[in-house]
Nanobody, 120 residues
Framework: QVQLAESGGGFVQVGGSLRLSCVCT????????MGWFRQAPDNERELVAR???????EYAQSVQGRFTISRDTTKDTVSLEMESLRSEDTAVYYC??????????????WGQGTQVTVSA
């Protein structure tokens, strides 16, 4: 099992920047990907960005070119640098880790979420 602790949410004006961080603890050797999802009121949770164990990254089209995900494997931390924020980026942001065991089974772990509010 792993545990995730997020930090860095808050209030920012349109066009501003924020950095989210997520620290992963526990059995981190089995982590195959880490990433960020978000959920706005009355919306489904959606992928924002994720990074895989081999370093490959994936971004939602809506954040491409504005957000950058990075992972520090020495500290088991994943960060999301968010720039040129828009009001539609307002949501609760969740860190997610996916682990895989020796049999190939995968498991999802979620952080508690951190609120990001972008105001005009």
């Amino acid at each position: 099992q792993v545990q995730l602790a997020e930090s860095g949410g808050g209030f920012v004006q349109v066009g501003g920047s924020l950095r989210l961080s997520c620290v992963c603890t526990g059995r981190t050797s089995g982590v195959i990907s880490m990433g960020w999802f978000r959920q706005a009121p009355d919306n489904e949770r959606e992928l924002v960005a994720r990074v895989f164990r081999d370093g490959e990254t994936e971004y939602a089209q809506s954040v491409q070119g504005r957000f950058t995900i990075s992972r520090d494997t020495t500290k088991d931390t994943v960060s999301l640098e968010m720039e040129s924020l828009r009001s539609e980026d307002t949501a609760v942001y969740y860190c997610k880790a996916v682990t895989q065991d020796w049999a190939g089974w995968t498991y999802d772990y979620w952080g508690q979420g951190t609120q990001v509010t972008v105001s005009a």
